[in-house]
């Protein structure tokens, strides 16, 4: 038996919290094609009945949306094509009235190059005070035509655009300007230097205002970022979204533009603020790919929690998860922190098709018609697994809209609909995030699937999401969402204590999880082969129920690739 984390005494509200991902414009529309705020409020009910303690939304702020948002033109106010600020703040006070907390996204590493920092540093010339906020360089060689160093976007292609070479210079002040501007993701998204006051000034600023409109918390964008070795010395490695440095050679130099001590002098400053508020959440959005480093970041004075990516990218097996689980719990009780578990985001392939690929991990960037396509019922059954056994695991969890539908991936979209810059700035090499980003289906009769009051969706729909709809799911007690329901309800329930991990003589990962005053619950999942359950044990939650995970019945053992929460005494439950 191995102690994997013992209960503590701190209660902020996001330490055990369910949280559910709301990515606006595919989430519900009170309107046209792109889903809103006015969609969301309408929808908050379903949420809360889902179980969920708060939602986080990503953004929803004035944007040119050349990166669905995480290109900010203005931080303080809503992007017409979301509402606007009363409409956000009339979210906020619907959501609190169903005793929802509110999360919204901060994107601190880059602005869009809308925003009129950056729009004066162009028209301004090199001698612009507002230069300062970003990273401005002259380029090398000959003429200075080459970039000032050898980063990569983590969206493909160099780091570093010339002002002179942007679409916008012809005929504009800047036309002959041959400075070059860093931007660690699209050329649209300058970063900002945050060796400059000014920057800590204004973000201090825009947090302050979404805490006076009632927010509970912020998803930091990109939380590893922030800080850059002012020298920029040359590293040309590709850093990958939600794996970061996974691909990166062993015994090269650290990064000069991820993960640098500095950053955490800016939550430290940050966390300051926030201890005005309460006890406002602060998430970061991470990527490293080690849980000592990611521990850092949620240190007392810092953050609150940490997105555990290496849960999200582990592959559905035995070994690979006893050791994340393990790993992850220990390294952030050495800092009083939650671990907090994630299997999917608009960043990823959508768990359920993940686990259905011949390869589990990370998996690509993207699905097309002509790729392999996921085993959709084997994928659907290990995410569902998954889930159940992360669910009474300690810590928070954070669930991406249409998981409890047990929503796959849209594989089949035409090209000519892709949005993501990832698509373009590789020339099409990845297909990019656009199939985890489909609007949901809310009514399986409806045009869009009642996704829209006029029947239009921003991306189309797969047909074969007609049974998945919310409205059939809601009505089979067997359903995927139904399961989701009820193993929340029960994670309250049983509450969450000190989990231990045993070692079993045979087959699948057993733990068990003591919460003061209730009876055990044991969590068994069985990956390629079935489990035998003790005698006496009795099935509370069984993820290989759900109708479309095969139906089969936990009666005496686990069914390969699902998860069972089981009792043996019945007094507690
Ligand atoms: C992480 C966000 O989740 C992703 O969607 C975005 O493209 C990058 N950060 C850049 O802001």
């Not at 810590?395 to 929503?407: A, C, P, R, T």
Request: glycine fraction near 8%.
């Amino acid at each position: 038996m191995q102690i994997l984390h013992r209960a503590n005494e701190t209660h902020e509200w996001w330490r055990e919290a369910v949280i559910y991902q709301i990515y606006p414009r595919s989430f519900a529309s009170s309107g046209g094609p792109i889903g809103d705020l006015g969609g969301i409020t309408s929808r908050l009910g379903y949420i809360k009945q889902l179980g969920a303690d708060a939602i986080w939304l990503s953004p929803f702020y004035r944007s040119p949306q050349k990166d669905a948002g995480y290109d900010v033109a203005d931080y303080r106010s809503v992007d017409p094509m979301f509402g606007d600020n009363h409409a956000a703040e009339a979210m906020i006070e619907k959501a609190h009235l169903l005793d929802l907390k509110v999360i919204v996204d901060l994107v601190p590493n880059h602005t869009s190059d809308q925003h009129a920092w950056f729009q004066a540093a162009l028209a301004g010339g090199k001698d612009a005070p507002e230069r300062a906020h970003y990273w401005f360089r002259d380029g090398k060689g000959e003429g200075g035509n080459e970039p000032p160093n050898d980063w990569l976007s983590v969206f493909g292609g160099p780091a570093w655009t010339r002002v002179k070479d942007r679409a916008d210079a012809p005929g504009s002040p800047w036309e002959n300007d041959d400075s070059w501007y860093l931007h660690l993701f699209d050329s649209s998204q300058p970063d900002l230097n945050w060796t400059d006051p000014a920057v800590h000034e204004e973000f201090n600023s825009i947090l302050r205002y979404w805490l006076d409109r009632g927010a509970d918390g912020f998803r930091v964008d990109v939380a590893h970022g922030l800080a850059k070795d002012p020298e920029l010395p040359d590293w040309q490695y590709h850093w990958d979204m939600v794996s970061g440095g996974s691909e990166v050679p062993e015994n090269v130099p650290a990064p000069p533009q991820w993960n640098r001590p500095e950053v955490h002098e800016i939550y430290r400053e940050w966390r300051g603020v926030l201890n005005d508020y309460g006890q406002p959440a602060l998430v970061a959005e991470a990527w490293l790919g080690d849980p000592k480093d990611m521990k850092l970041y949620v240190r007392r004075d810092e953050m609150s929690q940490a997105f555990n990516f290496d849960f999200l990218i582990s592959p559905f097996e035995e070994a690979a998860y006893r050791k994340v689980i393990a790993e992850s719990l220990a390294e952030m009780d050495a800092v009083g922190a939650p671990t907090t578990w994630v299997l999917s985001n608009h960043d990823v392939v959508r768990a359920a098709s993940r686990f259905g690929l011949s390869t589990m991990g990370k998996g690509p960037n993207g699905i097309r018609a002509w790729e392999e396509q996921p085993d959709a019922a084997l994928g659907a059954r290990r995410a569902l697994a998954a889930h159940a056994l992360q669910a009474a695991l300690p810590g928070s969890l954070y669930i991406y809209q249409g998981e409890e539908l047990s929503l796959p991936e849209h594989t089949s979209l035409p090209d000519e609909v892709r949005q993501d810059p990832t698509f373009f700035r590789t020339n099409g090499a990845e297909a990019g995030r656009d199939g985890c980003r489909v609007p949901l289906p809310w009514l399986a009769e409806h045009p869009s699937f009642g996704f829209s009051p006029d029947g239009s969706s921003w991306l189309p729909q797969p047909h074969e999401w007609t049974e998945l709809a919310m409205d059939r799911q809601a009505l089979d007690p067997n359903s995927s969402l139904n399961f989701f329901k009820k193993m929340y309800q029960l994670r309250k329930v049983v509450g969450l204590g000190s989990a231990e991990l045993l070692e079993a003589d045979g087959p699948g990962l057993h733990y068990v999880s003591r919460a003061q005053g209730r009876d055990p619950l044991h969590i068994v999942t069985a990956f390629d082969e079935p489990v035998e359950l003790p005698a006496g044990a009795r099935v509370v939650l069984a993820s290989s129920e759900v109708t479309q995970a095969g139906g089969e019945k936990a009666e005496g053992y686990v069914p390969a690739n699902s998860t069972v929460w089981y009792v043996v005494d019945r007094q507690g439950l």
